[in-house]
Nanobody
Framework: QVQLVESGGGLVQAGESLTLSCAVS????????MNWYRQAPGKQRELVAT???????NYADAVKGRFTISRDNVKNTVYLRMNSLKPEDTAVYYC??????????WGQGTQVTVSS
C-alpha cells in the first residue's frame, strides 16, 4: 500500500529551525528521487528541494543555504532540515516522488507556520 506520511511541522518564530520527516511505503524508496514541495495559502504548490537516489541534491533559490534535504534508505524516510526560518516559509509541506505525482497521489502534508 502506497503511503506518504509527513510530520514534524509546527509553529515557530522567525530564525528558528524545524526538521520535517516523510515516511514512504509502497514504492522502492531507494531507487526514487524524492522531493519536498510546499503550498502557501492562495499560491500554487512549489518545489523546494530534491534528492536523487544517489544523494545528489537541488534546492529552490528561496531556500538555498537554509534548508537541507536528506534521506535514510533503511528507514524509507526523507527529511527536510529547515534553518533560519522566515515568515514566507509558512506553508503546508509535502514530500513526493514523480511516480506518485503522475498518479496524483499526495500525502496529507505537514503545516509549518513561522511568526515574525
Amino acid at each position: 500500500q502506497v503511503q506518504l506520511v509527513e510530520s514534524g511541522g509546527g509553529l515557530v518564530q522567525a530564525g528558528e529551525s524545524l526538521t520535517l520527516s516523510c515516511a514512504v511505503s509502497g514504492v522502492i524508496f531507494s531507487r526514487r528521487t524524492m522531493n519536498w514541495y510546499r503550498q502557501a495559502p492562495g499560491k500554487q504548490r512549489e518545489l523546494v528541494a530534491t534528492i536523487s537516489s544517489g544523494g545528489n541534491t537541488n534546492y529552490a533559490d528561496a531556500v538555498k543555504g537554509r534548508f537541507t534535504i536528506s534521506r535514510d534508505n533503511v528507514k524509507n524516510t526523507v527529511y527536510l532540515r529547515m534553518n533560519s526560518l522566515k515568515p514566507e516559509d509558512t506553508a503546508v509541506y509535502y514530500c513526493n516522488t514523480d511516480l506518485l505525482i503522475r498518479q496524483d497521489y499526495w500525502g496529507q502534508g505537514t503545516q509549518v507556520t513561522v511568526s515574525s
